[in-house]
């Protein structure tokens, strides 16, 4: 069993460069406790193929690769699962908010789906999610249509805003990265920053955290607050969670 927020290892076959067995990669687990077909039998990836060019010569990223590759049937090495720190928080009163970038978003579905898409006995979300979502085009969004369904059945519960790079620009002319779409939120999110009841998460790319700071640093700042500082604060609290890579 595994627990929303959680990742599991999959590891490869094969030998590396140096003869020894591929290394165990990590991959946040983008399905509930249940899985997808509710029999908790299954566990979902969110995973993009690597490849990349490297002294003119392709080069494809091991496990993502054989993740991709594989057929119906084939029998794959895991292990786990691992991880605390971005566990769901356990008030279904919560205001949820999730920065995700590509993959990022994997366990942002484990929550969704669990708030949104499942009949639990045990757990019924009263709360708010907003999610914040990343992507270089409208034709990388994943999991877009599932997202809506779940807007349109939780409008009250679930904001969605999606943040196209290459496509989207704000007033200024500047693109949309999450850090920009932000903005346009400021005050509010400050306000729900300061609230106890109020988580962050944050998944996918390491080069979205210094945007994420200067937008904060500067709402805090007008306060006298520090916001590094705070951060920490929040840290100890478990209210600020970051898996980026």
Known sequence: PYLEGQSIGVIPPGLDAKGKPNKVRLYSIASTRHGDFGDGKTV??????LVYELDGKE????????????APGDKVNISGPVGTAMLMPEDPNATIIMLATGTGIAPFRSFLRRAFMENNPDYKFTGTMW???????????????ELEEMKRNFPENLRLDYCVSREQTNAKGEKMYIQTRMAEYAEELYDLFQKDNTYIYMC??????????????????????????YRKQMKK?????????
């Open 44 to 49: 979902s990836l969110s995973v993009k193929r």
């Open 59 to 70: 080069v494809k990223g091991v496990c993502s690769n054989f993740i991709c590759d594989l």
């Open 131 to 145: 999610l914040f979502l990343g992507v270089p085009t409208t034709s990388t969004l994943l999991y877009k249509e």
């Open 204 to 229: 996918g790319l390491k080069g979205m955290e210094g945007g994420i700071d200067d937008i904060m640093g500067e709402l805090f700042a007008k306060d006298g607050v520090d916001w590094v500082t």
């Open 237 to 245: 609290d478990k209210r600020w969670e970051v898996e980026t890579y």
